[in-house]
């Protein structure tokens, strides 16, 4: 059974989706929620209670012209421990798909579709195909990525990372950069949002407004779930990182750097010490985010393909997810979507000036 999560439930949101099998996600995360609201979508508290089995969860809500809503569960719902299935998960899951789509076609006659990127490995024999759900457009987050266990003592850590990773971390620290732990204030936005933009001309990527991204640099540092951390040499900014954290998962959520001094290997230091701020805030596991999926690791062409070369420094392991997918809740609506995804999706960046999710 699906329902709204209480009054005090919702004041409790990030334990409880801090105890979901999966550990949660900064993206099912209160805080979040209200960084989206502020940007145009309506969160909706929800806990699944079936047997024992609870899963909490948000929904995010937001309308597509006169076609009717859109919902989405950002890196959600949290039911498969470790990214695997097992009976008793594949079970549940398949009524909540059920619960899902009879809980918000009676909550909204305008509901266009939900949809949903739970953690559960690419290569997990459950097929999500065979319960309903159908693949979307473009996945919304990265679908593969690279994980650093973190549990262990920081020496254990250094002696999992490739050589050539921790000489350029000792290089960085030979050669005098320094590390500051800066406040994400005005200054700290301007000086992060700087950054990225230079790193935007060097890679071509769509970057949204500093508004955007000072909207929620601010409230997850003011919530104790953010850092910038920032690299100097002799009073030169070389680059930052904007890490976060959340239950006992860290993420590397934003960085930038100038074409400067990039002998230097600042950035190899900056993610040591998002590695250390990490362990300091009990996250036992540390996401890189972003790289290419399996099938495109070797193809130097690829846009993230850089990214990779210097993430599988810490990690050579790729995890690769699922991705998004699509609960039609409104037939006729959903097809109407299917056709028109990219042309909306393409008209609401050019008049908004911003990505629609």
């Known amino acids: 059974m699906i329902r709204l999560a209480t009054e005090v439930e919702i004041s409790e949101w990030d334990n409880l989706v801090a105890s979901n ?27 699944y209670e079936a047997a024992g089995f609870v899963v909490a969860f948000v929904l995010l809500k937001k309308p597509v012209s006169i076609l009717g809503n859109i919902y989405y569960c950002s890196k959600g719902p949290g039911f498969f421990k470790d990214f695997k299935s097992d009976a008793d998960s594949r079970a549940h899951f398949k009524e909540f798909l059920i619960d899902l789509k009879s809980f918000i076609s009676k909550k909204d006659s305008r509901a266009i579709l939900v949809k949903i990127e739970p953690e559960l490995l690419a290569e997990d024999s459950f097929d999500f195909k065979d319960i309903g759900l159908k693949k979307g457009g473009a996945d919304l987050q990265f679908k593969a990525t690279i994980f650093v266990d973190i549990s262990k003592s920081e020496d254990e850590i250094l002696t999992n990372f490739k050589q050539k990773t921790r000489y350029n971390i000792r290089l960085a620290e030979r050669k ?10 005005d200054a700290g936005v301007d000086l992060m949002y700087e950054l990225m933009q230079a790193t935007q001309k060097r890679g071509g990527f769509f970057l949204r407004s500093k508004d955007y991204f000072g909207n929620y640099w601010k409230q997850l540092y003011e919530a104790g779930m953010g850092q910038l951390l920032v690299a100097t040499h002799e009073g030169d900014v070389l680059g930052a990182v904007y890490a976060t954290a959340f239950g006992n998962k860290a993420y590397y959520k934003d960085g930038g750097s100038f074409e400067l001094k990039r002998n230097l290997m600042a950035p190899y230091l900056l993610q040591w010490e998002a590695i250390k701020w990490s362990k300091s805030k009990g996250a036992t596991s540390y996401d890189l985010v972003a790289v290419p999926p399996k099938r495109e690791l070797e193809n130097e062409k690829h846009s993230q393909h850089g990214l ?35 042309n909306f999706l393409r008209l609401y960046a050019k008049m908004k000036k911003n990505l629609f999710w």
Do not use: A
């Open 21 to 47: 099998f999966d550990g949660g996600h900064i993206y099912q995360s209160k805080e979040w929620s209200e960084i989206k609201e502020s940007n145009g979508w309506e969160p909706i508290y929800c806990i």
């Open 176 to 185: 005098g950069v320094k590390i500051e732990h800066r406040p994400m204030d």
């Open 308 to 342: 990779y070369l210097f993430k599988r420094g810490f990690n050579e392991e790729v995890t690769e997810f699922k991705g998004c997918w699509d609960l039609p809740v409104h037939p006729q609506k959903f097809s109407l979507w299917q056709k028109q995804e990219k």
